[in-house]
């Protein structure tokens, strides 16, 4: 069942193109072998959208009871710039709390997906390294995460689910290692990042899969002539020596496992009979560009012959320190159509309940307004879970009280503290992937620190 | 770079400086000028006096010493560089010393004689062949009253004689491509060949002192782009848009530079000084702002950090990317607050980080936990302290509170917009209650400066920067401990943080390399490398769209933690490897398919929209003068691509798969080992 063994071509010093129909024909092997095992039946693919820069998640979701909207209005003026209307907003109802919310106006394709039942919102989740309240804070009797408020501390917190220290793996990639069975064997990567190296794919024993999310992808310059297989043997020799310098090792690894998949990638993600393509076809933003290639991939899964699978992806530009108006509502635009689009053709292909899509995010924002029409660094925000396995219509944790200075304030800006964890929020979907309780400690090893280790938002199977 | 050969600069690291002979190239042949000395002021190469170039080691100290900084008993010495062989033979060399020596030539010891003694002369032999360069290494010490050291050497016919000038150089070509490395966007062979003659200190002094090539002053135009500033496909003289709404120009301008300037160090350093104070494109993309950001970076980058902080702090562009202009006081309900932004980054990626350091760069425990360096108060402290200032007042306009936008020159304070109530800086600094834009920003940097974490901070990017990813803490102190102090009592100048950089014996001594030395290429470096190395040229057009395939979209960061962020770690490991951000295998294949296109491509277009245009080559006629010997065609890419660190596996290799070419296709055997080499992950490492 293993379909690539990299050191195999080595050993038989195949030429790019033997190699590359070598390949293909082991997948399609695999695909006649395994099909009717893989029909949907048990297939389970995560897609993570990370949204950089801290999305303002309190104008994604925004109160609309009258009292709750004029409170929230009095912090975010009119006059500051970045007040959304509450005349504006997409109405949910939430009946875990039984009151009227509303989505920012610029998201009418997940608030219709909202309305089906497919995506639910995580409410004020964040980085802790135990529960947190505001006077242990203030009072610090409690472990804050390291370097709140940073970027770079807070997404490799979320990516890592571990808010102390300096993580090494993620919570992706260390999914990947306790599932790794779960693909029978099969040798080919199950993380795949469309949008570039991340912590959350990142595991100790297996590297991810980077693929562009345009494009080609694929070496150049090989006819299979004597001289230009020579050449390229020579090259798989170099790739192999110097193994003792680490930064070369691990440069030839990549080149290396790069050179062997996108051989199998390549006629996948440039296909021209998919399906789903035209779906995609008016989307030119790169979120959509992405969520179209983990589309392709899902869609041919069974050439890979893999039943479990997670792709990264991500948006970028939600810093909004300034102008955030006009930036926000164009990101959270973007999202929310190429989130319905993807949700769209999983459903198209039979798999919308084997395909949940998560968000992440460094942090939320100030309530308070900032200077320039803006917002600064915070904490807790709301996150979205969609799919057809999402118990969808509802939010998940607690409402934070939207008050400078409140309860759930940090500070006197508006910095909610979590009341539920990444790690939380990371089991959730963990054990739906399929990891097991036993595993759980292993993917997630500070989730006993809190309360629950399944927030509920999936469909009991 | 011809006009470099002749050229010799001799000064000390330390600011002693010592005159040479002038050497020249004739008739192709390198002409010797000695070898480069070190002189200790102690028994065992410590306390480094005098480094200089001696024509010929043939001295009798008597019982003086050889220098006034110097004791005259209790020295050592030591001369490194190259020997080149007049003719093939066995090569007798003789050392006549009081007290201990020692001699390697080509690697192996032939003297050792390292023992307190009256003058005595040791011997030892090696066969050399005619013309080549060896690698050769003397090492003395004086112990006590009388100090002699004379090297000679004889050949059957050839009577015994003092080793002469002509056939001594003081570095040897891989000595000289390593610091290349290092120094420049890619060593060249003349670029070897004048390192080579000058030694290494000297070269680094040559290029401290080499005046800006730097970036033109472009235009200024409005911020809204003028009905009729537009583009005409393919018409060179109107780009209006692309040449002035974008960074394009700039671009271009910063490979032009690369491949042709004469400031190498100055641009790898300006270069590294904008991967560390980053602003983007992708917020000000304004061709006049990113010149005259760039020139100021340039310019700057043998100045003193206080003064950079100074200038980012009060330019534009970094005013609007991280919202310090029109940065308000305090609405007086208070229910807008000052923008952090700026204040956050500028304490966490631009001086001191989030953590306490100590001068080698680790983290301060306490308890075992690690130590903030500020909260949000402080924070919050700073971004009060920068409150009212807006864009610099057009010529003949009239100062406002919020100034219509203009990137040139520095911002501007308006009256009555700055926060009056006082302010809490780093380390309990409170800074009065007063209304003074101005004195609040210059107490306020000199406030972050004297902080403990910068020297160490900014020594370690630097260091990331031109040599190692992960240096030994110790490193990190001696550069930290030099951007404390120069030696004239100022901290922040970056000519000597640079100087320390390079002259470090982990920047300058192999036998100190490291498993985990070196850093990956970032993709501007590596094309650079590649074309440079190949004696290409280009125009920039190419490499600029290379370098956004690559994940190096030049000078449009994705954000303010640069196209790599610098606390980037190998996944699994705890190696600090922030280029390696950006590989991945996406990109290891697009790198691969760049060395493809400008390998096999004569000439990558020009592109007929841009004036003077003249595409991407490379020229590999003197490999291709090589195609009949292999192994020397291969030889000479190891010096120029890879300061001759290729293994004999690698050479073996390469040469195995160029001979599988068509033995009269010189071209195809070029090609074939210019893309071995510049695909390898040998190559794609710095070390």
């Given at each position: 069942?293993?379909?690539?063994?990299r050191?195999?071509?080595?050993?038989?010093?195949?030429?790019?193109?033997?190699?590359?129909?070598?390949?293909?024909?082991?997948?399609?092997?695999?695909?006649?072998?395994?099909?009717?095992?893989?029909?949907?039946?048990?297939?389970?693919?995560?897609?993570?959208?990370f949204?950089?820069?801290?999305?303002d998640?309190?104008?994604?979701?925004?109160?609309?009871?009258?009292?709750?909207?004029?409170?929230?209005?009095?912090?975010?003026?009119?006059?500051?710039?970045?007040?959304?209307?509450?005349?504006?907003?997409?109405?949910?109802?939430?009946?875990?709390l039984?009151?009227?919310?509303?989505?920012?106006?610029?998201?009418?394709?997940?608030?219709?997906?909202?309305?089906?039942?497919?995506v639910?919102?995580?409410?004020?989740?964040?980085?802790?390294?135990?529960?947190?309240?505001?006077?242990?804070?203030?009072?610090?009797?409690?472990?804050?995460?390291?370097?709140?408020?940073?970027?770079?501390?807070?997404?490799n917190q979320?990516?890592?689910?571990?808010?102390?220290?300096?993580?090494?793996?993620?919570?992706?990639?260390?999914?990947?290692?306790?599932?790794?069975?779960?693909?029978?064997?099969v040798?080919?990567?199950?993380?795949?990042s469309?949008?570039?190296?991340?912590?959350f794919?990142?595991s100790?024993?297996?590297?991810?899969?980077?693929?562009?999310?345009?494009?080609?992808?694929?070496?150049?310059?090989?006819?299979?002539?004597?001289?230009?297989?020579?050449?390229f043997?020579?090259?798989?020799?170099?790739?192999?020596?110097?193994?003792?310098?680490?930064?070369?090792?691990?440069?030839?690894?990549?080149?290396?496992?790069?050179?062997?998949?996108?051989?199998?990638?390549?006629?996948?993600?440039?296909?021209?009979?998919?399906?789903?393509?035209?779906?995609?076809?008016k989307?030119?933003?790169?979120?959509?560009?992405?969520?179209?290639?983990?589309?392709?991939?899902?869609e041919?899964?069974?050439?890979?012959?893999?039943?479990r699978?997670?792709?990264?992806?991500s948006?970028?530009?939600?810093?909004t320190?300034?102008?955030?108006?006009?930036?926000?509502?164009?990101?959270?635009q973007?999202?929310?159509?190429?989130?319905?689009?993807?949700?769209?053709?999983?459903?198209?292909?039979?798999?919308?309940?084997?395909?949940?899509?998560?968000?992440l995010?460094?942090?939320?924002?100030?309530?308070?307004?900032?200077?320039?029409a803006?917002?600064?660094?915070?904490?807790?925000?709301?996150?979205?879970?969609?799919?057809?396995?999402?118990?969808g219509?509802?939010?998940?944790?607690?409402?934070?009280?939207?008050?400078?200075?409140?309860?759930d304030?940090?500070?006197?800006?508006?910095?909610?503290?979590?009341?539920?964890?990444?790690?939380?929020?990371?089991?959730?979907?963990a054990?739906?992937?399929?990891?097991?309780?036993?595993?759980?400690?292993?993917?997630?090893p500070?989730?006993?620190?809190?309360?629950?280790?399944?927030?509920?938002?999936?469909?009991?199977e | 770079?011809?006009?470099?050969?002749?050229?010799?600069?001799?000064?000390?690291?330390?600011?002693?400086?010592?005159?040479?002979?002038?050497?020249?190239?004739?008739?192709?042949?390198?002409?010797?000028?000695?070898?480069?000395?070190?002189?200790?002021d102690?028994k065992?190469?410590?306390?480094?006096?005098?480094?200089?170039?001696?024509?010929?080691?043939?001295?009798?100290?008597?019982?003086l010493?050889?220098?006034?900084?110097?004791?005259?008993?209790?020295?050592?010495?030591?001369?490194?560089?190259?020997?080149?062989?007049?003719a093939?033979?066995?090569?007798?060399?003789?050392?006549?010393?009081?007290?201990?020596?020692?001699?390697?030539?080509?690697?192996?010891?032939v003297?050792?004689?390292?023992?307190i003694?009256t003058?005595?002369?040791?011997?030892?032999?090696?066969?050399?062949?005619?013309?080549?360069?060896y690698?050769l290494?003397?090492?003395?010490?004086?112990q006590?009253?009388?100090?002699?050291?004379?090297?000679?050497?004889?050949?059957?016919?050839?009577?015994?004689?003092?080793?002469?000038?002509?056939?001594?150089?003081?570095?040897?070509?891989?000595?000289?491509?390593?610091?290349?490395?290092?120094?420049?966007?890619?060593?060249?062979?003349?670029?070897l060949?004048?390192v080579?003659?000058?030694?290494?200190?000297?070269?680094?002094?040559?290029?401290?002192?080499?005046?800006?090539?730097?970036?033109?002053?472009?235009?200024?135009?409005?911020?809204?782009?003028?009905?009729?500033?537009?583009?005409?496909?393919?018409d060179p003289?109107?780009?209006?848009?692309?040449?002035?709404?974008?960074?394009?120009?700039?671009?271009?301008?910063?490979?032009q530079?690369?491949?042709?300037?004469?400031?190498q160090?100055?641009?790898?350093?300006?270069?590294?000084?904008?991967?560390?104070?980053?602003?983007?494109?992708?917020?000000?993309?304004?061709?006049?702002?990113?010149g005259?950001?760039?020139?100021?970076?340039?310019?700057?980058?043998?100045?003193?950090?206080?003064?950079?902080?100074?200038?980012?702090?009060?330019?534009?562009?970094?005013?609007?990317?991280?919202?310090?202009?029109?940065?308000?006081?305090?609405?007086?309900?208070?229910?807008?607050?000052?923008?952090?932004?700026?204040?956050?980054?500028?304490?966490?990626?631009?001086?001191?980080g989030?953590?306490?350091?100590?001068?080698?760069g680790?983290?301060?425990?306490?308890?075992?936990?690690?130590?903030?360096?500020y909260?949000?108060?402080?924070?919050?402290?700073?971004?009060?302290?920068?409150?009212?200032?807006?864009?610099?007042?057009?010529?003949?306009?009239?100062?406002?509170?919020h100034?219509?936008?203009?990137?040139?020159?520095p911002?501007?304070?308006?009256?009555?917009?700055?926060?009056?109530e006082?302010?809490?800086?780093l380390?309990?600094?409170?800074?009065?209650?007063?209304?003074?834009?101005v004195?609040?920003?210059?107490?306020?940097l000199d406030?972050?400066?004297?902080?403990?974490?910068?020297?160490?901070?900014?020594?370690?990017?630097?260091?990331?920067?031109?040599?190692?990813s992960n240096?030994?803490?110790a490193?990190?102190?001696?550069?930290?401990?030099?951007?404390?102090?120069?030696?004239?009592?100022?901290?922040?100048?970056?000519?000597?943080?640079?100087?320390?950089?390079?002259?470090?014996?982990?920047?300058?001594?192999?036998?100190?390399?490291?498993?985990?030395?070196?850093k990956?290429?970032?993709?501007?470096?590596?094309?650079?490398?590649?074309?440079?190395?190949l004696?290409?040229?280009?125009?920039?057009?190419?490499?600029?769209?290379?370098?956004?395939?690559?994940?190096q979209?030049?000078?449009?960061?994705?954000?303010?933690?640069?196209?790599?962020p610098?606390?980037y770690?190998?996944?699994?490991?705890?190696?600090?490897?922030?280029?390696?951000?950006?590989?991945?295998?996406?990109?290891?294949?697009?790198?691969?398919?760049?060395v493809?296109?400008?390998?096999?491509?004569?000439?990558?277009?020009?592109?007929?929209?841009v004036l003077?245009?003249t595409?991407?080559?490379?020229?590999?006629?003197?490999?291709?003068?090589?195609?009949?010997?292999?192994?020397?065609?291969?030889?000479k890419?190891?010096e120029v691509?890879m300061?001759?660190?290729?293994?004999?596996?690698?050479?073996?290799?390469?040469?195995?798969?160029?001979?599988?070419?068509?033995?009269?296709?010189?071209?195809?055997?070029?090609?074939?080992?210019?893309?071995?080499?510049?695909?390898?992950?040998?190559?794609?490492?710095?070390r």
């Amino acid at each position: 069942m293993i379909i690539l063994n990299r050191r195999g071509f080595l050993k038989r010093g195949c030429d790019a193109l033997a190699m590359a129909a070598f390949a293909r024909s082991l997948g399609m092997l695999n695909f006649a072998t395994t099909a009717s095992a893989q029909s949907g039946s048990d297939y389970k693919a995560l897609v993570c959208i990370f949204m950089f820069g801290g999305n303002d998640a309190n104008n994604m979701i925004i109160p609309h009871e009258q009292a709750e909207y004029d409170a929230y209005a009095a912090v975010r003026t009119t006059a500051s710039g970045i007040n959304i209307a509450r005349d504006t907003l997409l109405q949910i109802r939430p009946p875990s709390l039984n009151r009227q919310l509303g989505f920012h106006p610029s998201m009418p394709h997940l608030h219709r997906l909202w309305n089906r039942g497919n995506v639910a919102i995580v409410s004020n989740v964040g980085t802790l390294v135990e529960p947190m309240t505001r006077a242990q804070y203030l009072a610090n009797t409690a472990i804050k995460p390291a370097s709140l408020f940073s970027h770079s501390d807070q997404q490799n917190q979320w990516q890592a689910s571990l808010s102390e220290g300096l993580p090494g793996t993620g919570w992706g990639g260390r999914m990947a290692d306790v599932t790794w069975p779960q693909n029978g064997g099969v040798n080919f990567p199950m993380v795949l990042s469309v949008a570039g190296n991340n912590l959350f794919a990142t595991s100790a024993a297996h590297e991810m899969l980077n693929v562009p999310s345009t494009g080609t992808f694929g070496l150049r310059g090989f006819s299979s002539s004597a001289a230009n297989t020579a050449r390229f043997n020579a090259m798989q020799t170099l790739l192999s020596q110097d193994a003792d310098k680490t930064l070369v090792a691990r440069s030839a690894g990549t080149i290396d496992q790069a050179i062997d998949y996108s051989t199998v990638i390549d006629p996948i993600v440039n296909s021209t009979s998919s399906t789903i393509e035209k779906m995609f076809a008016k989307q030119s933003a790169s979120l959509s560009r992405q969520l179209l290639r983990v589309a392709k991939i899902i869609e041919r899964r069974e050439t890979l012959g893999l039943k479990r699978q997670i792709f990264f992806c991500s948006i970028g530009g939600f810093d909004t320190h300034n102008g955030q108006a006009t930036a926000q509502a164009s990101l959270l635009q973007q999202l929310s159509l190429g989130m319905k689009t993807f949700y769209d053709a999983t459903e198209k292909l039979g798999v919308a309940s084997r395909v949940t899509t998560f968000t992440l995010s460094d942090f939320g924002r100030t309530l308070q307004p900032a200077a320039g029409a803006g917002t600064d660094h915070a904490w807790g925000s709301h996150q979205i879970v969609m799919g057809g396995a999402v118990r969808g219509g509802d939010v998940y944790g607690a409402w934070p009280t939207l008050a400078l200075g409140g309860p759930d304030d940090s500070g006197s800006e508006g910095r909610w503290i979590p009341t539920t964890a990444v790690d939380q929020y990371a089991a959730t979907i963990a054990q739906w992937y399929g990891v097991s309780t036993s595993d759980l400690p292993t993917v997630l090893p500070n989730l006993n620190r809190f309360a629950s280790s399944d927030l509920g938002f999936f469909v009991v199977e | 770079m011809k006009a470099l050969l002749g050229i010799v600069v001799v000064a000390h690291p330390l600011g002693f400086g010592a005159g040479a002979p002038v050497a020249k190239a004739q008739g192709g042949l390198l002409t010797g000028v000695g070898l480069q000395a070190q002189y200790f002021d102690s028994k065992n190469f410590n306390d480094l006096k005098v480094s200089r170039i001696d024509p010929t080691v043939d001295f009798d100290f008597g019982a003086l010493s050889p220098d006034p900084t110097i004791n005259g008993d209790t020295f050592s010495i030591r001369w490194t560089g190259a020997i080149r062989a007049e003719a093939t033979a066995t090569h007798t060399f003789y050392t006549l010393s009081d007290d201990g020596v020692r001699l390697w030539v080509n690697g192996v010891q032939v003297i050792d004689n390292y023992t307190i003694h009256t003058a005595t002369e040791n011997i030892g032999t090696i066969a050399l062949v005619a013309g080549k360069v060896y690698d050769l290494k003397l090492e003395y010490f004086e112990q006590s009253g009388p100090a002699v050291i004379r090297l000679s050497w004889s050949r059957p016919g050839f009577e015994k004689a003092v080793i002469p000038q002509t056939a001594l150089f003081p570095a040897t070509r891989a000595e000289a491509g390593r610091v290349l490395a290092q120094t420049t966007w890619g060593a060249t062979e003349a670029l070897l060949d004048h390192v080579q003659q000058i030694g290494v200190p000297a070269w680094i002094e040559e290029q401290l002192a080499k005046p800006t090539t730097g970036y033109p002053v472009y235009p200024y135009y409005p911020i809204t782009r003028p009905a009729d500033c537009i583009n005409v496909t393919g018409d060179p003289n109107q780009q209006c848009s692309r040449d002035n709404y974008s960074l394009f120009q700039v671009q271009l301008k910063f490979f032009q530079n690369a491949m042709n300037g004469e400031d190498q160090l100055r641009q790898r350093v300006a270069f590294a000084l904008s991967q560390i104070l980053v602003v983007s494109g992708n917020e000000v993309a304004m061709a006049y702002a990113g010149g005259d950001w760039n020139q100021m970076l340039t310019v700057n980058a043998f100045g003193n950090y206080r003064s950079i902080l100074q200038e980012v702090t009060l330019n534009p562009v970094m005013g609007r990317y991280l919202d310090m202009v029109n940065n308000d006081k305090p609405s007086a309900n208070g229910t807008i607050q000052p923008n952090e932004n700026y204040s956050r980054e500028l304490l966490q990626l631009f001086t001191i980080g989030t953590e306490r350091l100590n001068l080698d760069g680790t983290r301060v425990l306490v308890d075992g936990a690690p130590v903030p360096t500020y909260g949000q108060t402080e924070v919050e402290g700073f971004a009060h302290a920068f409150t009212g200032w807006t864009y610099p007042t057009i010529p003949g306009g009239t100062l406002i509170r919020h100034n219509p936008t203009n990137y040139r020159g520095p911002m501007e304070a308006f009256p009555g917009n700055h926060d009056t109530e006082p302010k809490t800086l780093l380390n309990g600094w409170v800074l009065p209650a007063r209304d003074d834009a101005v004195a609040d920003l210059n107490d306020a940097l000199d406030n972050i400066f004297i902080h403990q974490n910068v020297a160490p901070f900014i020594s370690q990017r630097l260091i990331q920067h031109l040599v190692t990813s992960n240096p030994s803490p110790a490193f990190v102190a001696r550069v930290a401990t030099v951007f404390n102090d120069n030696g004239a009592g100022v901290k922040g100048d970056l000519a000597a943080v640079v100087r320390a950089i390079l002259n470090d014996p982990e920047a300058r001594d192999t036998t100190m390399l490291t498993a985990q030395a070196g850093k990956l290429k970032e993709p501007v470096l590596l094309m650079l490398n590649i074309v440079r190395g190949l004696n290409g040229q280009s125009d920039g057009v190419y490499l600029r769209s290379q370098a956004s395939t690559l994940s190096q979209n030049l000078f449009y960061s994705p954000s303010v933690f640069n196209y790599y962020p610098p606390d980037y770690r190998l996944a699994g490991t705890t190696l600090l490897a922030p280029e390696f951000a950006i590989m991945n295998s996406s990109t290891a294949i697009s790198r691969s398919n760049f060395v493809n296109s400008v390998v096999y491509t004569t000439l990558i277009a020009p592109d007929p929209s841009v004036l003077g245009a003249t595409g991407t080559s490379v020229n590999l006629a003197n490999l291709q003068a090589l195609a009949g010997d292999t192994a020397a065609m291969v030889e000479k890419l190891n010096e120029v691509m890879m300061n001759g660190s290729m293994s004999q596996a690698m050479k073996d290799a390469i040469i195995t798969a160029v001979n599988a070419q068509s033995s009269t296709d010189t071209l195809a055997r070029a090609r074939c080992a210019a893309y071995l080499v510049a695909t390898s992950s040998q190559f794609q490492v710095q070390r």
